[in-house]
């Protein structure tokens, strides 16, 4: 039975379902996520793996402002990386700044015209993430966009169970204050669910900074390493 304003009425799919009916679905609010994947990653993320294991050796690389509490099975580079003069590390950058460059001008539609006026300022880092190591719900306040690049994802192929995964709970906290048998199971994406990605070798996720995210306890067998990026922008002068 269907409760509507006034009495109760039976949900019968020949009497509120009609295919002929004139109704349009919108996402007024909508959240964008990019996704993207190196079209041949293996090479870079090789030298980048290597480098980052080296530098996770050298205290000097490691972030001595941290925010956030850092467990000890979690490195956290200085973030500066974009800077890094490595070509890797150059490559890498230019990959993220077109894909990212590309999806706010598609967001913008017939107003990308004004992006090119605007620089853009990154603050850039990687995590080497070991068994048992995770990162706390956190967002990213003083920037529009960010990024994470996935380098090494500690698995053998698509092992989602081992954790490691980039963690989005619902961002609206007011959208499940009240369930009931219509709208507790919403399909993607309208459902409330939490929003969970295993990001292979060269998959890139791009989303605006004040979503919060997080990263889940992984048990891989070897290193999860990714890079995170912060970006803003100005106007040109």
């Not at 950058?93 to 300022?121: D, K, P």
């Not at 929003?195 to 290193?223: I, M």
Request: aromatic share 14%; with cysteine.
């Amino acid at each position: 039975m269907f409760g509507l304003w006034g009495g109760v009425h039976e949900l019968r799919q020949d009497k509120y379902h009609q295919p002929q009916m004139n109704l349009q679905i919108t996402t007024p609010f909508a959240t964008p996520f990019g996704f993207a994947r190196h079209p041949a990653p293996s090479s870079l993320n090789a030298e980048l793996r290597r480098l980052f294991l080296e530098k996770e050796k050298d205290p000097s690389s490691a972030n001595a402002k941290a925010t956030m509490q850092v467990t000890k099975d979690l490195f956290e580079s200085r973030f500066d990386l974009f800077n890094w003069p490595e070509p890797c590390v150059r490559e890498l950058r230019e990959f993220c700044w077109r894909h990212l460059h590309h999806f706010v001008s598609t967001l913008h539609g017939q107003e990308a015209t004004t992006l090119s006026r605007i620089i853009g300022h990154a603050d850039a880092w990687f995590h080497v993430t070991r068994q048992h190591g995770y990162f706390g719900l956190h967002n990213h306040p003083m920037a529009s966009w960010s990024g994470v690049y996935c380098v090494d994802s500690g698995c053998n192929g698509e092992e989602p169970e081992k954790g490691g995964l980039l963690s989005f709970p619902h961002p609206n906290l007011a959208a499940a204050m009240f369930k009931d048998a219509a709208n507790s199971k919403l399909r993607i994406p309208y459902g409330y669910q939490s929003r969970e990605y295993f990001l292979n070798p060269g998959d890139l996720l791009l989303f605006p900074s004040w979503v919060s995210h997080q990263v889940t306890p992984f048990f891989g067998d070897s290193p999860r390493i990714t890079v995170a990026f912060n970006a803003w922008f100005t106007f040109s002068q």
